[in-house]
């Protein structure tokens, strides 16, 4: 019996059967897997997130941080801050507000992602080029991001930088020294956690390796101490000038009929004391030993605004009253400004985007001026952990 096989003609059709199926459902296949790796991503991402979430409370549990503290971690491949069990992705940084808020980026190879909980509670992938994944990956840029110097937590500990150097935040036993030329020849045991350092009590802190300045007391819970420079830091500047007012949104900048050389505004606009935030924040950006924190500062609906990363902050006009008040209404000696008046954060009562300053003998000043840097300076607060 003779056996029939196939013609070469049944052969190459059904060649070409399978190369159309095969070029059909390769795509489709590697759409698939494809597809898989992106939702691995994503759930690599919603994972870390979580690992970030859980090494944050555990270094608030563990250690004396204040509620206004921000962090950042790594949780690329090298180096991270969390302890995770998957595959982490070859760079990332999450960033978590003192609110709770992350924001997180990721990238590996072949994925990009973000997450950012203050407008939506879903990770984001995204391509190479997407505008809002590169605003929020360059936040963390060591030298020009926003989270410059926010609090690093690596995974057994925490480190604080400026300007991209590391350093390591300290707390009020571990900076305060004596100093007989500054008057401090010995710390008072108020320092440690649980007691009370009196107002007015005097301490020289050192605020970075090289430099040490003398501070008051100004207020004390038994676990953090603020406390007030003995002088102006730095020299005079504006509560606020006309680039930054103008810069951030004011409309009207009038000098005064009087005085040429002096200006006020009288709109009832205030942005706050940006320039002499800005000032005194540059200034203190090398007291490394001095935990960075955000605060939110306002004055009685007048203005509001969120300062990032601060290591020092402007004395209120309630803190000056309240010294005041407690010192059976006679402003305390350490609080007096001398022949150097300094700001504080208030506006002046008649012209809102102006500033008090404390006078010499210890009062909040209300004839504040806008422009002219020959009238008052800053004199730093600092918020240190017992």
């Not at 005041?324 to 300094?342: E, K, L, R, T, W």
Request: charged letters at 20%; a negative charge; glycine letters at 8%.
């Amino acid at each position: 019996m003779k056996k029939k096989g196939f013609t070469l003609i049944e052969l190459l059709a059904v060649i070409v059967i399978l190369a159309v199926i095969a070029l059909i459902a390769t795509p489709l296949i590697m759409n698939v897997i494809n597809d898989a790796k992106k939702n691995s991503f994503k759930d690599s991402a919603y994972g870390i997130i979580k690992a970030v979430e859980i090494r944050v409370a555990s270094e608030q549990i563990n250690n004396t941080d204040g509620p206004n503290v921000a962090y950042k971690l790594k949780v690329g491949k090298e180096n991270p801050g969390i302890s995770y069990s998957g595959e982490l992705p070859d760079e990332g940084w999450a960033y978590v507000d003192v609110n709770g808020k992350v924001q997180l980026y990721v990238e590996t190879g072949d994925f990009k992602a973000y997450y950012d909980e203050n407008t939506s509670n879903q990770v984001q992938l995204v391509d190479a080029d997407d505008t809002t994944f590169n605003a929020i990956k360059g936040k963390f840029n060591e030298s020009t991001g926003d989270y410059k110097n926010v609090k690093k937590l690596t995974l057994n500990g925490s480190e604080g930088g400026s300007g991209g150097e590391a350093s390591v935040s300290k707390k009020m036993n571990e900076i305060a020294i004596t100093n007989s030329s500054l008057g401090v020849t010995a710390i008072s045991d108020c320092i440690e956690v649980g007691n009370i350092c009196a107002t007015g009590t005097p301490f020289v802190v050192k605020v970075n390796d090289s430099t040490s300045y003398k501070f008051y007391v100004i207020s004390d819970d038994g676990s953090y101490v603020d406390l007030i420079m003995s002088d102006n830091l730095g020299s005079y500047i504006p509560w606020i000038n006309q680039t930054d007012y103008e810069n951030a949104g004011g409309l009207q900048w009038v000098v005064d009929p009087n005085d040429s050389t002096e200006t006020i505004t009288d709109d009832g606009t205030s942005f706050g004391p940006l320039t002499a935030l800005n000032y005194l924040e540059n200034q203190t950006s090398t007291w490394t030993n001095i935990t960075p924190y955000n605060y939110d500062l306002s004055n009685d609906g007048i203005y509001s605004i969120r300062r990032t990363n601060a290591r020092a902050r402007m004395i209120t006009e309630e803190e000056i009253t309240g010294l005041i008040v407690a010192n059976d209404y006679d402003p305390p000696i350490f609080i007096a400004s001398g022949d150097h008046h300094y700001w504080t954060s208030n506006a002046h009562p008649d012209y809102a985007s102006c500033g008090l300053w404390v006078s010499e003998y210890g009062y909040p000043d209300s004839i504040g001026n806008i422009s002219s840097p020959n009238y008052a300076g800053v004199r730093p607060i600092i918020h240190v952990a017992k």
